[in-house]
């Protein structure tokens, strides 16, 4: 059976981890998050980035470990439970094609604002091209992500160099904390969402070459790149509107831009910034979530044919084609609000899990090679990932109820299935 090609250095890796990391969350969370602290907004940003960097380490050690393309499921399956990681399989991949689909949808509305054009027809429009990008190979879908991450973060930078132009001008307190320490905690936990991408960059890692030497490197930077941006970005968004406003807009670094001699074209220009972040992110997250379910199929978990890789192309194009339909019929749900939610609490239920697999592992393999190790060690006992599991614990129990039950019910899905593969029910 043809295997996927290794074609991704670090550069590649990185504009992975940075494009999807990026990707539309900063263009609409930055607001709700200066309503909830103010001026001190920047202080949430990095406080974000140390929780993200947690796990980030703890998937930049595991990654270097063990490099397989359905990352989470092959760790956890490693520390001795394959049920544990076929559940985190299931539920990454369920979050994928939810993900994709309501970042489809984000598309459409900024689309549709622009050109007057049905979102649904212009949501499965745009699945159906980056699938078809997607199919190519991992080498076309790259070039495609290293340009729109060009165009996401010329957006951005577009925003930080207004900024420079009335810092100083004004007088702002950049540690005024409008709801004092736990406004900027509150804050923190709203706009991690924003650094939600970067774990992605572990599935790709049958297609990178020398993914013991890239991957760990691939994580650090494209948090610590995407890091510098936000702060700079929320700093330059606070000198430029009042915080109040920013809470207030559906568009807030549009609104922010609009207060300088740009006007009212900045409307336009963010919305087509806007255009390539969610078309970007919607391609990464289609690329990494097929690497996640054919790494499970080639492992027996799911159906075989799945596993399939094209002659030519060298890419899972039945995971591919797979997961294309699955988000067509979740775009014709039109309203994903709930699933949104759900993708991002699979998200730290995964990071969770990750972390705890990493202490697990540094006991339970002791003399495995180790390219890259995690800081800040008491003996093998991690620190790093312990505080990670912590946060990840925190934020879970920041969801609303019928989320986690929501989600309960697509776990049980997953066991079922589990139990169908293992009898061979489904094969």
Not at 151 to 179: C, D, F, Q, R, S
Not at 225 to 235: D, K, Q, R
Not at 253 to 265: E, P
Not at 292 to 321: C, E, Q
């Amino acid at each position: 059976m043809p295997k996927l090609k290794r074609e991704l250095g670090l550069l590649e890796s990185t504009v992975y981890g940075v494009g999807i990391i990026l990707g539309a969350g900063i263009y609409a969370l930055i607001g709700q998050a200066a309503g909830v602290t103010g001026n001190s907004l920047w202080l949430s940003f990095a406080v974000g980035a140390v929780v993200a960097s947690l796990t980030g380490l703890s998937y930049a050690e595991l990654a270097t470990m063990i490099p397989k393309a359905a990352a989470e499921y092959t760790w956890l399956k490693k520390t001795g439970s394959k049920l544990l990681g076929f559940l985190v399989g299931w539920l990454m991949s369920f979050a994928g094609v939810a993900a994709a689909a309501t970042v489809a949808l984000g598309f459409a509305g900024y689309f549709n604002g622009l050109f007057n054009m049905p979102i649904t027809l212009v949501a499965i429009g745009l699945v159906l091209i980056l699938s078809y990008i997607n199919f190519r190979g991992i080498k076309d879908s790259s070039t495609f992500n290293i340009i729109f991450t060009g165009v996401e973060a010329i957006g951005l930078v577009i925003v930080i160099l207004l900024g420079l132009t009335v810092i100083g001008k004004t007088e702002i307190n950049y540690l005024e904390m409008t709801n004092g320490i736990g406004g900027v905690l509150s804050a923190a936990t709203l706009v991690f969402f924003a650094y939600i991408g970067f774990e992605d960059i572990a599935n790709i890692a049958e297609e990178t070459k020398r993914p013991r030497r890239v991957l760990h490197k691939a994580f650090i930077a494209s948090i610590l790149l995407t890091t510098v941006l936000y702060i700079l970005v929320s700093i330059a968004t606070v000198s430029l509107a009042n915080t109040g406003e920013l809470a207030a807009s559906n568009a807030p670094l549009a609104l922010a831009v609009s207060k300088t001699f740009l006007g009212s074209n900045a409307f336009v220009v963010m919305s087509y910034i806007a255009l390539f972040a969610t078309a970007n992110t919607v391609l990464i997250i289609i690329s990494v979530t097929a690497r996640m379910v054919y790494g499970m199929s080639v492992d027996g978990s799911l159906p075989k044919i799945l596993a399939r890789v094209h002659n030519s192309r060298k890419t899972p194009y039945t995971a591919i084609f797979l997961l294309t339909a699955l988000s067509i019929i979740f775009i014709l749900f039109g309203n994903l609000n709930v699933a949104a939610h759900m993708a991002n609490i699979i998200a730290f239920i995964a990071f969770g899990l990750v972390n705890a697999s990493l202490i697990w592992l540094r006991f339970k393999y002791p003399k495995m090679k180790r390219p890259f190790k995690s800081p800040v060690n008491i003996g093998k006992f991690p620190v790093l990932a312990f505080l990670g599991l912590l946060t990840c614990i925190f934020m879970i129990f920041q969801f609303e109820l019928k989320i986690m039950l929501y989600t309960s019910i697509v776990l049980i899905a997953g066991m079922v299935v589990y139990y169908l593969m293992k009898r061979k029910v489904i094969a």
